[in-house]
């Protein structure tokens, strides 16, 4: 199967540095962010080296680094191969980016349509509908909305209980994939949400003093996918191009295979991140003023929400295997 594009929509996961000129705490181009990234270099991407939007797209075979689309030098040609419209600290749900002042997932779209058009005015409109046809959309988020939103931050549990608000969610993903289906996307893969419970941020705010798996973060995660995953399905008997593909990914079941059996992968600390005291700092608070873990490969957890490189890879390697078929 030949994948002409990688064009990524979510948030901080496949973030590639989109969020650097806005006045958000969800930013990180500044040191140790990226020290493991082509000899060092803070980008913007929330990991010490490769997110998984460039190790999908090195695995493709389309190009090394999966470009942020608001990167500066981003140049026009650099639309033929694809590029990441995500926004660290976005969800499904509006209020999310509100909360987190980063672009929405209907601002990533709608770059993506400015996007679209600087490929009409390269290629031509047939050349352009060809690549969208062909290329692979992915799609990332969810995990902001229940940590932060939901449970966090409590604001969306005065209205909605975990059931309703799962339900919001989901009919607030089906919408995005419908209006990207009539923007262009065929090949569209929309990622299920992680054991947020076991992230280590979320071990200590939920975790108590043992700081364990909040069970019940894990279970809205749970339902969520399964939600999600019927919704997919449903839609694409909706759709009019029978070559539509709507691709549920499981990566909770990657993940928490990992966090269970860290050995069988490699690692040996999967409850902390490596930066700092490794239990809550994340994007500012992880910064040059913070210790490091002597040695992250041993470490899943690169900040307190955010996977290393080496944990990235063994995912990515996962997913890729299991559901590049299913796009065909
Ligand atoms: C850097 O991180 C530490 C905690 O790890 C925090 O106390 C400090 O405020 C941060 N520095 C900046 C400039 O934000």
């Excluded at 229940?146 to 969610?169: C, E, P, Q, S, V």
């Excluded at 957890?301 to 490189?309: A, G």
């Amino acid at each position: 199967m030949t994948i002409p594009a990688l064009i990524i929509f979510g948030d901080s996961i496949v973030d590639q540095g989109n969020n650097n000129n806005l006045n958000t705490f969800a930013r990180c181009n500044y040191s140790p962010y990226g020290k493991d990234f082509r000899g060092g270099i803070p980008t913007g991407r929330f990991c010490n080296g490769k997110t998984p939007a460039d190790l999908v797209a090195e695995e493709l075979g389309i190009k090394e680094y999966l470009p942020a689309y608001l990167d500066p030098n981003f140049k026009d040609e650099d639309a033929l191969t694809g590029a990441s419209f995500a926004s660290g600290g976005t969800g499904f749900d509006p209020l999310t980016s509100q909360l987190s002042s980063a672009f929405s997932m209907s601002d990533q779209l709608d770059m993506f349509k400015g996007y679209t058009g600087k490929l009409k005015a390269m290629v031509g409109e047939d050349r352009t509908n060809q690549i969208l046809t062909n290329s692979l959309f992915l799609v990332v988020a969810g995990s902001n909305d229940l940590t932060n939103t939901y449970f966090t931050a409590g604001i969306r549990k005065l209205n909605y209980d975990i059931k309703a608000y799962t339900d919001f969610l989901v009919n607030s993903a089906s919408d995005f994939i419908r209006n990207l289906y009539a923007a262009g996307g065929r090949r569209i893969g929309v990622f299920g949400i992680p054991p947020i419970g076991c992230l280590p941020s979320q071990r200590t705010l939920a975790g108590g003093g043992l700081r364990v798996c909040a069970e019940n973060y894990n279970q809205a995660a749970q339902l969520f996918n399964a939600k999600l995953s019927e919704a997919l399905h449903s839609l694409t008997s909706t759709l009019n191009d029978r070559n539509a593909r709507l691709v549920y990914i499981d990566i909770y079941n990657p993940l928490i295979d990992i966090i269970q059996h860290p050995k069988k992968y490699g690692f040996e600390v999967v409850d902390k991140g490596c930066c700092g005291t490794g239990t809550i700092e994340v994007a500012i608070l992880c910064n040059f003023t913070s210790k490091m873990c002597p040695d992250e490969s041993i470490y899943l957890f690169w900040d307190s929400f955010h996977p290393t490189e080496g944990g990235y890879k063994v995912l990515v390697k996962q997913i890729l295997h299991k559901n590049v078929q299913k796009f065909i």
